[in-house]
């Protein structure tokens, strides 16, 4: 009998330790999502009564919004902590604040902190599925798989691709998750921007995968099928950082350069954009920018991890996947096979 | 536990007459094929469906559409059946509003999966009319639902299972009766 590949971790915290089979199966699994986002009532009651935690401890609009309705067109209840809002300002530890999230009872925490490792951290420490919705510079997993779904749906394959990631990669988790799920199917990367912005040890984050960094943005587009824009962050930046005038002269994605590209390339940019600096609205606008299917695909793709890690709960607490509840355990659980079970999918029979 | 064959229900010859038969019943209850359209249940509705419309092309000459469900995410049970239970793409293509609707399932049970299959279509509109048909019904509702287009009613017990093999899915064509044995 084939096997069934299924999504057996507990949490979700990043992509890298994720094997080709298993992140197109997350993919596959967005797909259904992606057909409700286009019925008139796109609410479901699947996780009807379940709870999602919302935990920002770093500002966010896009990424909280997009994971809040994904849980409620699922049913879910959610629940929000700002960082602004919160009682961090006043003192209390992450486990502190995550173990009186937990003592509400959600059935998951979705965390974003400016710590890399984080959501890691407090994962170990609770016996509800964690998703990181970005940590510091290391991952933004649910990032990465909307990419993916994207570049997928308008191509047909996200397999031996020519990827151009352009901007801030020092400080991008982003470009993280990108290199290591593009990077399983054998897709090859160019990374640009300004020096202080493209660290070498980037080229070797994923052993196996061809990483080369480039300084001249017309070199990174020559031959690009897919061409990754980032933000230039601000709030991550502690050293003096180049000028907008000249990153714009150096590095601004404009109709001109993309035409060094393969003419059927796409432009992706997990926003918010900083129009007129490192894009122009000509590309941000253009037939070759995905920038708006992304963010519909986003909500696609929460649904499904939030789907996968929450139904499936028994309902008592204790996660299947959980085998020992409150104690640490291994880096990235991994689920009983009850999960794999899939001979009780099949005689359905009712 | 042991699963053992007690008895084959219908040869593939038969499933075919039935499904013929039962193309002609959806035809004349409803007057023809106007606004008429077949859902398939996954999995074994969708070559069901597929068949019914084949036959009415060749009663009416004309094309009906057919679109699939996949009803997982409108499960009551999941956290019972599957801790992961796989995700099948739905695919209908046409409007559901004011459409006469047949849902079509190789087995009518409890009933659960017709109420879940409802709740589905009505997220995509309204239409005018819905009913039923099936394979096999073998009774055991736990819903108030009924088949308006019935194959066959087989008399079951709980702990018997009826497998519905078809070509497109599982390589054989019959129907046939399990039943698990300690």
């Known amino acids: 009998m084939k096997e069934v590949v299924t999504y057996r971790f507990r949490d979700l915290l990043a992509l890298e330790p994720l094997s080709a089979a298993e992140l197109t199966f997350l993919l596959d699994q967005s797909k259904p999502f992606q057909e409700i986002q ?23 609009t896009r990424t909280r919004i997009s994971f809040g309705t994904a849980a409620s067109r699922l049913g879910a209840d959610t629940m929000n902590l700002q960082a602004e809002a919160s009682s961090l300002k006043k003192g209390e530890t992450l486990l502190d604040t995550a173990f009186n999230l937990n003592a509400m009872k959600p059935d998951c925490l979705v965390m974003r902190h400016a710590a890399s490792g984080a959501p890691d951290y407090v994962a170990r420490h609770l016996d509800i599925p964690v998703v990181n919705a970005g940590d510091g510079t290391h991952e933004h997993p649910s ?15 996200i397999e031996n691709l020519h990827v151009t990631i352009l901007g801030d990669l020092s400080h991008s988790r982003v470009a993280r998750s990108n290199i290591h799920l593009l990077g399983k199917f054998g897709c090859r990367f160019t990374l640009c921007g300004p020096a202080m912005w493209v660290p070498r040890e980037l080229e070797h984050i994923a052993p196996g995968t061809s990483i080369r960094s480039v300084y001249k943005i017309e070199e990174a587009l020559e031959d690009a099928d897919v061409i990754i824009m980032l933000r230039v962050q601000t709030e991550r930046q502690h050293e003096p950082s180049i000028s907008a005038n000249d990153y714009i002269h150096g590095y601004q994605l404009n109709a001109e350069r993309l035409k060094r590209a393969k003419p059927d390339a796409l432009v992706l940019h997990p926003g918010p954009m900083n129009r007129g600096i490192e894009i122009t609205p000509e590309v941000a606008d253009g037939p070759q920018s995905c920038v708006l299917e992304q963010v519909t695909n986003g909500v696609a793709v ?43 999918l099949k005689g359905k029979d009712c | ?67 699939t ?30 459409m006469n609707l047949v849902l079509v399932d190789d087995v009518l049970y409890t009933g659960r999966t017709i109420r879940a299959a409802m709740n589905g279509l009505f997220d995509l509109g309204r239409p005018q009319r819905v009913s039923l048909c099936v394979l096999i019904d073998r009774g055991h509702r736990e819903m108030p639902i009924e088949a308006q287009f019935t194959g066959r009613v087989v008399q079951t017990s709980d702990t018997e299972i009826i497998e519905v093999r078809l070509r497109e899915i599982d390589n054989e064509e019959r129907v046939v009766l399990v039943d698990r044995v300690e």
Request: glycine content about 8%.
């Open chain 2, 1 to 67: 536990m042991k699963i053992i064959e007690k008895a084959q229900l219908m040869s593939a010859a038969e499933i075919d007459r039935t499904l013929q038969r039962l193309a002609h019943e959806i035809v004349e209850k409803s007057g023809g094929t106007k606004h008429l359209a077949l859902i398939g249940i996954r999995r074994r509705g969708v070559p069901l469906a597929q068949r019914i419309a084949q036959a009415m092309r060749g009663i009416d000459g004309v094309e009906v559409p057919v679109g």
């Open chain 1, 143 to 157: 990032q990465g798989l909307l990419d993916a779904l994207t570049i997928r749906d308008r191509k047909g394959t």
């Open chain 2, 69 to 98: 469900l996949d009803i997982t995410l409108y499960r009551d049970d999941l956290s019972k059946v599957a801790p992961q239970a796989v995700l099948q793409s739905s695919d209908i293509t046409f409007g559901v509003d004011g």
């Open chain 1, 302 to 344: 929460r649904m499904a991890i939030l789907y996968l890690l929450i139904a499936g709960d028994a309902g008592d607490g204790t996660h299947p996947a959980a085998q020992s509840p409150g104690t640490p355990t291994a880096h990235n659980r991994r689920a009983t096979d009850r999960a794999a079970d899939a001979s009780v």
């Open chain 1, 38 to 60: 286009r019925h008139p009532l796109k609410k479901l009651a699947t996780l009807r009564g379940k709870t999602v935690a919302l935990a920002f401890f770093e500002t966010s």
